[in-house]
């Protein structure tokens, strides 16, 4: 059986000689490194440009399916191996928001669309932010 996402992850980080920090950890550089992030998310999403040019030409299902997946995937490792380079906890991080999305549904469970079908708060949202703080502030000490 192979080992869990995130154990891969760090072992990918030590083999390429990137950070990894078993606490949360902001390094000075931390705006020239977010900066370099985004340009490797960018590069990733701009491959949508080529699955969208294939659709556009015909190609399979199986065909599309395969780019969307590698699209996604590479995407998955980024973030994961960016979130330890910062000794994120992430696997809790997306506990916290996926209970706070979930939380935005409407006061009889289901969802609420506004006339765009765009989605919005329910009566019970709570913002994410304060629980990951304090999820950041107890895997800091």
């Not at 913002?127 to 999820?135: S, T």
């Amino acid at each position: 059986m192979s080992k869990p996402f995130h154990e891969r992850i760090a072992a990918m980080n030590a083999m390429y000689k990137l950070p990894a920090h078993p606490k949360p950890s902001i390094p000075g550089d931390v705006a020239d490194r977010l900066v370099k992030f985004k340009a490797t998310l960018m590069d990733e999403v701009h491959e949508i440009d080529d699955i969208v040019a294939l659709a556009n030409q015909g190609a399979d299902r199986l065909t599309l399916a395969v780019a969307i997946a590698d699209l996604l995937g590479d995407i998955m490792v980024y973030c994961r191996s960016e979130a330890l380079k910062y000794g994120l906890p992430l696997e809790a991080v997306l506990d916290i928001v996926m209970d706070s999305n979930e939380s935005k549904l409407g006061a009889d469970g289901k969802p609420i669309y506004d006339a765009n079908g765009k989605f919005l708060k329910g009566p019970n949202y709570w913002k994410p932010e304060p629980k990951i703080r304090a999820l950041l502030a107890s895997a800091a000490k």
